[in-house]
């Protein structure tokens, strides 16, 4: 039966020792791409391959038309061939839109193979020290300020509520007002983390109260970030 692998892609850039040897093995078995970005896909699989034939494939972008996406997907799981969904940063299905396929390869009873790699949500949570037991990954939060402040409450009293650890992006030219957001209105004692350039050399996972954030902020201007909040007991 064909499959379909779910290829995780660097999170820092050409950090390729973060992706496993049998990532490259798996590809090879496809004939077929579809990718969130494939100019980016196709230089990454040049630096796990430099023999690798990248133009061999018949590539798709992964875009909003979802769709055309579906069509495009499902006939060539009907015409039996091998399938690598590759995401921009991470792993596929995993805060991607690489999703609606998968669900599509499922509906179609077809093999879906995912495959090990680097996930900023999983590492973040690895590394700050949170309630790793219970967690929510509740994606981005509003771009409106009274609607953000809004949801933070939220979150903030069900992490008390559930002592539970709230994990959360933000696009990287506002993490900086991210971070103010967060410490004008969470309580002083809930613990903020922020984890940034993940796998990169410039890599730093770091958890404070957030009256300690307030402070002293760091400058995240343009740096891919992830968030967590915990305020449980």
């Known amino acids: 039966m064909n499959t379909v692998y779910l290829v995780p892609c660097v999170l820092a850039d050409n950090v390729t020792e973060t992706i496993p040897i049998y990532i490259i093995q798996a590809v090879k078995k496809c004939t077929v791409i579809f990718a969130e970005n494939e100019r980016t896909a196709r230089r990454f699989l040049k630096l796990l391959d430099k023999d690798i034939i990248i133009d061999d494939f018949e590539w798709f972008t992964i875009h909003k038309a979802e769709e055309e996406q579906i069509r495009s997907f499902t006939q060539k799981i009907k015409e039996q061939k091998n399938i690598a969904i590759i995401s921009e940063a991470g792993c596929p299905g995993i805060a991607d839109p690489g999703q609606i396929l998968i669900a599509a390869a499922q509906k179609m009873d077809v093999i879906v193979k995912p495959l090990v790699g680097p996930s900023a949500l999983l590492m973040a ?90 402070i002293k902020k760091p400058l995240l201007h343009k740096q891919p970030a992830t968030f967590l909040l915990y305020a449980g007991v």
């Open 125 to 214: 949570l690895m590394a700050s020290g949170m309630n790793g037991q219970q967690f929510e990954f509740v994606g981005y939060l509003p771009i409106d300020n009274l609607e953000k402040i809004k949801r933070i409450k939220e979150l903030e009293a069900s992490s008390k509520k559930n002592n539970s650890t709230k994990i959360f992006i933000e696009t990287p030219y506002r993490n900086d007002q991210m971070l103010e957001s967060l410490t004008k209105t969470c309580d002083p004692k809930t613990l903020i983390c922020v984890a940034t350039n993940l796998t990169g050399v410039n890599e730093v996972v770091k958890t404070m109260p957030a009256a300690k954030w307030k």
